[in-house]
């Protein structure tokens, strides 16, 4: 490797919000980062390479995302290996009767088809002997009931099972060649954040979320948190070692809490 950085770091969601800020704070720690969003991302440092995916599209997923960071995480020179799975689509809010099918699926394949494959990749492709670390970008909503959020939660939910699940594969003595000897997940809530999430959210009539008024509040109070709060707690699990394998936080949670 040319630059002889020692941490890699793929990034989803780097043209906007929580992700955007978690690159941003990479690249301060000195990893070297991929970004990933269909926009491109306005941030502009030697170490930042972005490619421009629709996340959707999942049949040009394993190619897209071999051709932008295979060679990179895969380097015997890595130490530290770290996904982020922060791009969500938020959209299709409403009540479940109403809700288009074929737009259903697209939303799944961003938030949780992506994710999940994507994990899987980047555990096999990092060297063995590489500390690999993922978070997967949570919400409240993956264990909350939520009027008009079903598509939405019913993701986040499936995202955050699928943390549990791959750790137990990597936990196993039947996985080839052993447990793995340090890769773990965080599922991570970063709150009520102020993004151009939480503002479309808010943007949405009662009749579609019923809960909207609760957005609005929130936001009116102030009570929003900057993307680069939840972007230092991820950035600090990347950093360390001796995680569970699968471990869940919420912003402002104590490491281990
Ligand atoms: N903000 C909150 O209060 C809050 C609360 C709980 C959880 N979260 C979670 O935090 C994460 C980040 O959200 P955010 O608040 O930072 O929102 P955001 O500012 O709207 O960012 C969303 C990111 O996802 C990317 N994205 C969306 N659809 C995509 C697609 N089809 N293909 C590729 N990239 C796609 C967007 O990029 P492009 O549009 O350029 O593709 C953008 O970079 C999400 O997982 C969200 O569910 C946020």
Same mark, same amino acid.
């Given at each position: &490797?040319?630059?002889?950085?020692?941490?890699?770091?793929?990034?989803?969601?780097?043209?906007?919000?929580?992700?955007?800020?978690?690159?941003?704070?990479?690249?301060?720690?000195?990893?070297?980062?991929?970004?990933?969003?269909?926009?491109?991302?306005?941030?502009?440092?030697?170490?930042?390479?972005?490619?421009?995916?629709?996340?959707?599209?999942?049949?040009?997923?394993?190619?897209?995302?071999?051709?932008?960071?295979?060679?990179?995480?895969?380097?015997?020179?890595?130490?530290?290996?770290?996904?982020?799975?922060?791009?969500?689509?938020?959209?299709?809010?409403?009540?479940?009767?109403?809700?288009?099918?074929?737009?259903?699926?697209?939303?799944?394949?961003?938030?949780?088809?992506?994710?999940?494959?994507? &994990?899987?990749?980047?555990?096999?492709?990092?060297?063995?002997?590489?500390?690999?670390?993922?978070?997967?970008?949570?919400?409240?909503?993956?264990?909350?009931?939520?009027?008009?959020?079903?598509?939405?939660?019913?993701?986040?939910?499936?995202?955050?099972?699928?943390?549990?699940?791959?750790?137990?594969?990597?936990?196993?003595?039947?996985?080839?060649?052993?447990?793995?000897?340090?890769?773990?997940?965080?599922?991570?809530?970063?709150?009520?954040?102020?993004?151009? &999430?939480?503002?479309?959210?808010?943007?949405?009539?009662?009749?579609?979320?019923?809960?909207?008024? &609760?957005?609005?509040?929130?936001?009116?109070?102030?009570?929003?948190?900057?993307?680069?709060?939840?972007?230092?707690?991820?950035?600090?699990?990347?950093?360390?070692?001796?995680?569970?394998?699968?471990?869940?936080?919420?912003?402002?949670?104590?490491?281990?809490?």
């Amino acid at each position: &490797m040319s630059d002889r950085i020692a941490r890699v770091a793929l990034v989803t969601g780097t043209s906007s919000g929580i992700g955007e800020a978690v690159a941003r704070e990479l690249l301060r720690r000195n990893w070297r980062v991929v970004g990933a969003s269909r926009r491109s991302a306005a941030i502009e440092v030697p170490r930042y390479t972005h490619f421009r995916i629709d996340l959707a599209n999942v049949a040009e997923l394993a190619a897209r995302v071999e051709a932008a960071a295979g060679p990179l995480v895969a380097d015997a020179a890595v130490v530290r290996v770290a996904l982020v799975n922060s791009a969500a689509n938020p959209g299709l809010l409403g009540p479940l009767g109403r809700i288009d099918p074929v737009e259903m699926q697209r939303v799944h394949a961003v938030n949780v088809t992506a994710p999940v494959w994507l &994990m899987g990749w980047i555990v096999d492709r990092a060297a063995r002997n590489a500390a690999v670390r993922i978070v997967n970008v949570s919400s409240g909503a993956a264990s909350k009931a939520f009027p008009g959020l079903g598509v939405y939660v019913s993701s986040k939910a499936a995202l955050r099972m699928a943390g549990m699940v791959f750790a137990c594969e990597l936990d196993s003595p039947d996985r080839p060649g052993g447990p793995h000897p340090d890769a773990t997940i965080l599922s991570y809530e970063p709150g009520v954040v102020d993004t151009a &999430m939480q503002a479309a959210i808010r943007a949405s009539s009662a009749e579609t979320l019923p809960v909207v008024q &609760m957005f609005k509040r929130l936001a009116a109070e102030g009570l929003l948190a900057p993307p680069e709060r939840p972007a230092q707690e991820i950035a600090d699990y990347l950093d360390h070692d001796k995680h569970l394998r699968f471990a869940e936080r919420r912003l402002g949670d104590e490491p281990g809490a």
